[in-house]
């Protein structure tokens, strides 16, 4: 049984792989010893197969769980669908401390105990965060297990992903949140940047599950994120290198760009030498601007916070705030010239559309 003061979102981004969503991630999810209260897909694909997909998610009959099904209406990628899916907790649900997040990805599983291992480890520790092991699976040899690491420290992060990726992401609304949510700029390794942002808090109680329950398919004969040479991922490694290089220590930037070289054909982007051996001392920023009436000066703003960005800072990142912003060109130009120089950017419009923008939803 579950504590009854804690109630589980699980929530699965998906791209056109109906067959793997259904035969998956929604199939472990049925198979679980413990029921989330609730179950939200939210899907990026293409329209036809948005259309199986929901019919499928329709068809879906858990006993106590509230499932519902939206089409992502923001940034393309994971960091968008799970954004989105947040937004849709807030609105439908509630900002409750009592909330927990359970990401999974189309294409994982988890093992039938996976949520009431989390749960418990969770509640008899009182923590805010837990991680399981994973089981990556190839063709070959066979799966090979993974924990998660004991403690959540930033330097674990920069150079590479120490196993808490978005399948074994189980953690509390409220942290989720004060974190800054998914970084809609980065493409990918957005876990290992909201793992950062997350141990950059400080004082958060986090422990590792001691059991690899979580399986990561990383079958060769089909493209994935992670592919070798593809644009997301080589996209998603450049951005998060601009937004964390300042922090690296030399030999920290050294293995970072030894490691994506091998396992993904990246190259570093050239830089002013003068900026490697930086070491900034100050936390990264989150500037919060508010939106008035009139935009005039908008492109000037955002030519001077790109400029900001490029001096000794570990990571900036925008929010604006305000109402009725949402379908603004001006406005919408601006992040996306933001999010393409490196910066986290984002639309708080929360009073008119919910926390984070326009969603639609089935229920």
Known sequence: MKPISLKIVAIIATC???????????????????TPDYLIVCDDSEPENKVI??????????????????????SKGASGCWNSAVDLVLREIGNSPNIVLAFLDDDDSW?????????????????????????????KPGPMSSLAPEKLEPDLFLVGNPGIQGSNLFLKLDLFLKAGCFDESLS?????????????LGCIRYSAVPR??????????????????????????????QKYFGRMTQNQQLQFTQ???????????PINNEKLTLQPAQAPVVLGISLGVEYLGLPTLVNKLIEFRNKQLIGLDVVFFGENHVSNDSVQNSIQTLRENGLGCFLLDRFSFGFFGVQESDH
């Open 16 to 34: 056109n792989r109906p067959e793997l969503l259904k035969s998956r991630a929604l199939a472990s999810i049925a198979n679980q010893t413990i």
């Open 212 to 241: 690899a329950l979580v399986q990561h398919y990383a079958e060769l004969y089909r493209p994935r994120l992670s592919t070798k040479g593809s644009d997301a991922k080589l996209n998603g490694l450049t951005s998060f290198w």
């Open 259 to 269: 490691r994506a070289k091998s396992l993904f054909d990246w190259r570093r982007p």
């Open 111 to 139: 093992s039938p105990e996976y949520l009431e291992t989390c749960l418990k480890t969770m509640t008899s520790n009182h923590l805010d965060m837990v991680a399981a092991g994973i089981q990556r699976i190839e063709e």
């Open 188 to 200: 990918s390794a957005t876990d290992r940047d909201l793992c950062i942002r997350i141990a950059d």
């Open 53 to 74: 997909n929901k019919s499928v998610v329709d068809s879906i009959s858990l006993s106590g769980c509230s499932v519902f099904y939206l089409q992502n209406h923001r």
